[in-house]
């Protein structure tokens, strides 16, 4: 079946514009996961959804940066007034549920370059 | 708080030589372990967990990995390595207890020599 799509899978903005990332699950997978890879560096994690609710949203690094899900299905992250810092790989992932013991699926990645 | 740490940057092993990357964690209750590959130009996935049972589980790939308690370890190995293998890998956790984060490792590149 599909695996995790995200798109766009490139983005190059100007600082200072906003950006929307968009995820769209596995079908049937009710968690849903952002997280950053910056060059050369692990995953960050910043937040995740059951369902549409965002029970942990401790890993967004500012108020710049929100995320919403509806339907339970497709997931949007938005960056407002960009800097150069928020250039990234911004991967999503999904999986059966939130509960611990389930794996993630990753989409491949939105590469965000901010001019 | 839950941690994860993978001492090495870089392993370096020659075609056809075991393989191990290395992963040590920190959980408050009992942690679930994962592996991760991330292929060049590809997304990251999954390769083995721990849940509970046996402490040496099979994965995909024909890679493996041990769970130490004692060490609080979760090395991933494979006992003959292929040029194909070299990637980046990732060790995960998640705590029983706080069901939703998961943390990364900083990952290892693992290259494999012919």
Redesign the interface.
């Known amino acids: 079946g599909a695996g995790v799509s995200q798109s766009p899978s490139n983005k190059v903005t100007e600082k200072g514009k906003d950006v929307e990332l968009r995820c769209d699950p596995i079908s049937g997978h009710t968690a849903l996961y952002w997280y950053r890879q910056s060059l050369g560096q692990g995953l960050e994690f910043l937040i995740y959804f059951q369902g549409n609710s965002a029970p942990d949203k401790s890993g967004l690094p500012s108020d710049r940066f929100s995320a919403e899900r509806t339907g339970g299905s497709v997931s949007t992250l938005t960056i407002q007034r960009t800097q150069q810092e928020d250039s990234a790989v911004y991967l999503c992932a999904s999986s059966l549920s939130w509960e611990a013991l389930n794996e993630q699926y990753f989409g491949p990645g939105t590469r965000l370059t901010v001019t | 708080a839950q941690s994860v740490a993978q001492p090495e940057d870089q392993v370096n092993v020659a075609e056809g030589n075991p393989l191990t990357v290395k992963c040590t964690y920190s959980v408050s209750g009992n942690p ?1 372990l ?1 592996w ?1 590959v991330q292929y060049p130009n ?5 390769l083995l ?1 721990y ?1 509970t049972g046996d402490n040496l589980v099979k994965g995909s790939y024909g890679f493996e990995a041990e769970f130490n308690k004692s060490q609080t370890s979760f090395h991933l190995k494979k006992p003959s390595a292929l040029v194909s293998d070299s990637a980046l890998y ?1 060790c995960a956790v ?3 207890a ?10 290892t590149t693992l290259t494999v020599k012919p």
């Open positions: 679930y994962f991760y590809r997304g990251l996935q999954f967990k849940i990732f998640r705590d029983s706080n069901a939703g984060k998961s943390t990364f490792g900083d990952g």
